[in-house]
T-cell receptor, first 114, second 115 residues
Framework: QKEVEQNSGPLSVPEGAIASLNCTYS??????FFWYRQYSGKSPELIMF????GDKEDGRFTAQLNKASQYVSLLIRDSQPSDSATYLC??????????????FGQGTILTVHP | KAGVTQTPRYLIKTRGQQVTLSCSPI?????VSWYQQTPGQGLQFLFE???????NKGNFPGRFSGRQFSNSRSEMNVSTLELGDSALYLCASSLDWTEPYTEAFFGQGTRLTVV
């Protein structure tokens, strides 16, 4: 089982719709969870992080975390063509041996069409 | 505030050669992590440095090494290059990782092609 699994995609939504990106993880010791956006040929850009169960909202983005179900998601409201990118779910684990290490999923390609 | 700077942006090397990549973190950040990104394996952690010390290392062969200087700038070196080392190499800058919710910011990466 992969440590971090994302919905395989690609995901295509119309402009103005809600895009839902999902991620499950296997290590219950995982502490913090991150969503990065990566445009083609560019580096990952941090969108949001979450470490407590529940929802966290930032503008059009909402991250949801359920540690009991080992599930984290990202909702993008009012999707725009400029949101078209690969979305990467990442996590950190507890403990000193995890310094500096983000574990990434394979990413979900999102396309927002006009 | 300047972001994370990686140099060079692009490199073409021949099998068997070695290469050195550089990363300057955000001012005040003392932790630098390195990642390899390939289409097949995605983003994989190489190692992390803090205050000139390697604190963590991923599952890569010893041909991959790194160091950090007193100004927090970091370099990674790959010796005896193989075709499979062709990848985008990214560094990430953080204040520290003692907080579990430390944010990591990536540089633009170095695209290495081994021929």
């Amino acid at each position: 089982q992969k440590e971090v699994e994302q919905n395989s995609g690609p995901l295509s939504v119309p402009e103005g719709a809600i895009a839902s990106l999902n991620c499950t993880y296997s290590d219950r010791g995982s502490q913090s969870f991150f969503w990065y956006r990566q445009y083609s040929g560019k580096s990952p850009e941090l969108i949001m992080f979450i470490y407590s169960n529940g929802d966290k909202e930032d503008g059009r983005f909402t991250a949801q975390l359920n540690k009991a179900s080992q599930y984290v998601s990202l909702l993008i409201r009012d999707s725009q063509p400029s949101d078209s990118a690969t979305y990467l779910c990442a996590l950190t684990n507890a403990g000193g041996t995890s310094y500096g290490k983000l574990t990434f999923g394979q990413g979900t390609i999102l396309t927002v069409h006009p | 505030k300047a972001g994370v700077t990686q140099t060079p942006r692009y490199l073409i090397k021949t099998r068997g050669q070695q290469v050195t990549l550089s990363c300057s973190p955000i001012s005040g950040h003392r932790s630098v992590s390195w990642y390899q990104q390939t289409p097949g394996q995605g983003l994989q952690f190489l190692f992390e440095y803090f205050s000139e010390t390697q604190r963590n290392k991923g599952n890569f062969p010893g041909r991959f090494s790194g160091r950090q200087f007193s100004n927090s700038r970091s370099e990674m070196n790959v010796s005896t290059l193989e075709l499979g080392d062709s990848a985008l190499y990214l560094c990430a800058s953080s204040l520290d990782w003692t907080e579990p919710y430390t944010e990591a910011f990536f540089g633009q990466g170095t695209r290495l092609t081994v021929v």
